[in-house]
């Protein structure tokens, strides 16, 4: 028994390192730096988050494990310990975007909220229990409510908020129904158990339905429609740090264990979506939903005046691109959903922290409050250049080759989703129209203010690093392909 508790926290010291570095942060900030100078505080608390991430990292590259657990409670293979990997230097590069924010005074407590929900995400990618999937949603989640919230001076925050935490109190209750009919129909919380007892049954009524509560449940973390509504809001009211973390890192994991659940778990009810040929299974659910949210997220899009609500409602289109690999279901088009869901994160991580800059110095979001910033700030302008042609699909940077492996693996998969496809290119072209309006606010529009924008060297480099990393893997997109 000593060595199977030894054998799981060998597994999980990631993760531990993680939590052990949350409670420095607190430890230090709390013992020595209560009654010091905010930057210094707030100095002090980023080094210590991102030296922590550093170390989790460093771990997890000196003993790369291919291992697992308990009753698939913990289960590591090279994709799940690469995708951590991910997961690290997503939040790494959100604290150093946070770092210096004025929002709040406790800056501590807040990136140590940040760390926990890191935890979250690194024990989904890690798991293929249904029991640790809940506790592991529900870990991230309740950390990003509190993240939300954070800006106590601001009433959308509350707002957001309070809209995030009901509407995620109510998915986590339809998804754990859903989960909870599927383990009585199969006795078993594995994953894999799970699709081995269904596929020796014919399809079952309530499996139908546990279906559905499980994609209520899965679709409300990833923001597709038609469980979008909490996404506009949180992303337009939450300190711009936290949206950048609830958009880039919580959408990986989110689209990561959504494919484990149905493609490892319900495999052998899939059904079919193919046009005018419909069967019974997860397919033809997730196929409506990736067609509302392509066209629902790009058309709603348009109307947008608020950079971050766009950016909310470019999300939604962007599961519905997601969604297409995982109804493909095969390991081209999972590799195509991995490049397309860390490129989408690497690249709306950037983009809120343009906006952070922008917030900053011109008070708001708005498209009016964008015009003339590349005379003000020609190096942050060059980097939102790059994030927004690379949402649009723009080549060589990486969101054209996300959308082309994605779509290529869908039509290769023969499983009949050529309308999808055609659906998703058409979406695609109307994406572009919005992204231009905010370039065009950006390189055409006239300034309220010709002064140069002071933006600290900390997010000047970090964006800078950003934009070159969407840049390379546009251009070399094996580097990633490859490692993955």
Request: proline share 3%; with cysteine.
């Amino acid at each position: 028994m000593t060595a199977s508790y030894m054998e799981m926290w060998r597994l999980v010291a990631p993760e531990v390192i993680v939590v052990i570095t949350a409670l420095c942060v607190l430890s230090v900030d709390l013992a020595w730096l209560r009654d010091a100078e905010p930057r210094l505080r707030s100095t002090v608390a980023t080094l210590l988050s991102v030296a922590g991430c550093a170390v989790a990292i460093g771990w997890i590259l000196r003993a790369p494990l291919t291992a697992s657990f308990g009753d698939g409670v913990l289960v590591l293979s090279s994709v799940a310990q690469h995708v951590q990997i991910v997961l690290l230097v997503l939040t790494m590069l959100t604290v150093l975007l946070a770092s210096g924010a004025s929002f709040t005074r406790h800056i501590s407590e807040y990136l140590a909220l940040m760390l926990m929900a890191t935890v979250g995400m690194m024990l989904l990618v890690s798991t293929q229990n249904l029991l640790l999937i809940f506790l592991s949603l529900e870990l991230l989640s309740l950390s990003l409510y509190v993240l939300a919230a954070f800006d106590k001076r601001s009433a959308r925050s509350a707002e957001a908020a309070l809209k995030y935490f009901l509407f995620g109190a109510i998915s986590a209750a339809f998804l754990l129904f859903g989960f909870s009919l599927l383990y009585g129909l199969s006795n078993s919380t594995n994953l894999s158990t799970i699709a081995s007892t269904l596929q020796s049954a014919p399809l079952d009524p309530l499996l139908l339905v546990a279906i559905v509560m499980m994609l209520v449940g899965l679709g409300f973390k990833v923001a597709a429609a038609p469980f979008h509504f909490w996404a506009p809001d949180v992303y337009e009211g939450a300190p711009a740090s936290s949206a950048a973390l609830i958009a880039s890192g919580s959408k990986v994991a989110g689209f990561f264990i959504l494919y484990q659940v149905l493609v490892l778990g319900l495999a052998g009810a899939e059904g079919s979506s193919a046009w005018h040929g419909y069967a019974a299974g997860w397919m033809p659910v997730v196929a409506m939903v990736a067609a509302l949210s392509m066209v629902l997220g790009n058309l709603v899009a348009i109307t947008q005046t608020s950079v971050r609500r766009l950016l909310a409602y470019s999300a939604i289109g962007h599961a519905g691109y997601m969604l297409l690999a995982i109804l493909a279901h095969t390991n081209q088009s999972f590799s195509a959903l991995l490049y397309y869901a860390i490129t989408y994160a690497l690249t709306v991580l950037g983009a809120f922290g343009v906006v952070a800059v922008v917030e900053h110095e011109a008070g708001g979001d708005t498209l009016a409050h964008f015009a003339g910033l590349s005379r003000r700030a020609p190096l942050v302008s060059l980097c939102m250049l790059v994030f927004m042609l690379s949402l649009a699909g723009i080549p060589p940077l990486a969101g054209f080759f996300g959308k082309f492996y994605v779509f290529a693996s869908a039509l290769n998969a023969d499983h009949g989703l050529l309308w999808l496809v055609v659906l998703a290119i058409a979406m695609s072209a109307v994406s572009l129209y919005y992204y231009l309006k905010v370039l065009k606010s950006i390189y055409v529009g006239e300034p309220a203010d010709e002064a140069l924008v002071s933006v600290p060297v900390v997010q000047q480099v970090v964006l800078g690093l950003i934009a070159l990393g969407v840049v390379v893997l546009g251009c070399v997109p094996s580097l990633l392909l490859h490692w993955l």
